[in-house]
């Protein structure tokens, strides 16, 4: 008889970023980390390791652990996972099983007709998915964790034996003497693509297209750029990323020759199985201060501002825009529109979106018609891409993409990648933006750059 839901093992408690540590040696790490605690984004985390294939994108289309498959990449991926479907076990976390990776941003060029970056890469993959058999779901409200293994892609009898052997080993995994961390080195020679009179320059460019009726807005980064040092461990500099800023979308994925440490705040998608969608736009930055009073004050000209409050309804508008196409018309509303919410070196201006996706389309058309993210690209959202494209003169990668699971239940919860570091090729990739309208200064959008960077270079610091 096969089995119709994942096994449940119920774990002791530990921080769950120990059992990552302890599965980092089976290769294929992808955890999703919710480090800042909150009742409703920072709930659950996920840990993976050693998935049983890898589905990925590159230039020349999708693929299933190398091998092409000829179907257009998001049709691709509904195909993959709708042969794995598997329903959850009731009253458990949203993630039981299946798909956690990266869209790069990059991905877009799939979806739209769009200007490539003088540095775009066709060898590098624009999506990577490994699938995983067994995952730990940790819950942070009730201190249960919980190992979920489905036995995927085995079928008949075969599948509860390879559910339970495959989930024996990641158990007595998680017995294991945590190895530990080396320090960081030093030795990082952070460059950025722009001189400050350069990027105030682009801003510049940038209003000229505003005023010039190209554009209300587009999302404008610089990218900091380091050789790593000898001795460097990407998981240990998430150890400190974790702390130095923590957020309710983190992320540690290892996909080989890319790795991914992401402190976001912000989420791009989450989809229910029963169509339920959520987007979560940010738009709208201020630093913290030390002094309280001082950052009430701070908090305060932020939800006052002119400027930040009309980019983040633009950035609305288009999500609202975005998702009339996939959802019933009559379903989309807007909960909170320019709320505050407060990390742990920003305050930044959220709102939420939602809608009840049709009931003939899926995870695939969603994708499809929203990414990139609104916010980390500006509206018109493909005009202001090209600009992007022309103005940065260099590939976003993960940055400004997405990371997060697919579930073979239907699930789906995506981040924006911000506050996020590539290593690859032996080089670590930072970047930083804002989204730049008329009401723009080019020096304040240069210095705000810095203020969202700030917590993740100081997980470059070693304390120890």
Known sequence: MEMTTPTVTEIAWQDPFDAARRLYRFGGLSFLDSAMAHEVLGRYSFVAARPFAVFTVDAIGPALSGERIDAAPLQALKGVLARLAMPTVEGGPPFQGGAMGYIAYEFAHHLENLDQPPDFDPVKPSMVFPLYDVVLAFDHATKKATCFSSGQPAKGSERQRQAELRAADILAALETPLEELPPIPKGFDWRSNFFAKDYEKAIEATREYVLAGDIFQANIAQTFTSHLPQGFDPLALYSRLRRTNAAPFGAFLDCGETVVASSSPERFLSLTPSGHVETRPIKGTAKRADDPAEDAALSAELE??????????????????????????????????????TYAAVHHLVSVVTGQLQADLGLAELIGATFPGGSITGAP?????????????????????????????????????????????????????????????PKAEYEETFTKAQRVFAAFEDER
Do not use: Q
């Open 304 to 341: 006052a501002s002119e400027k930040d409050r009309a980019e983040n309804v633009m950035i609305v508008d288009l999500m609202r825009n975005d998702l009339a196409r996939v959802c019933e018309v009559d379903s989309i509303e807007v909960p909170v529109l320019c709320g505050l919410e």
């Open 381 to 441: 959202k493909i005009r202001a891409m090209d600009i992007i494209s022309e103005i940065e003169k260099a590939r976003r990668g993960p940055y400004c993409g997405s990371i997060g699971y697919i579930g073979f239940n239907g699930a789906m919860d995506l981040n924006i990648a911000i506050r996020t570091v590539t290593f690859e090729d032996g080089v670590a990739r930072l970047a930083a933006g804002g989204g730049i309208t008329v009401l723009s200064d």
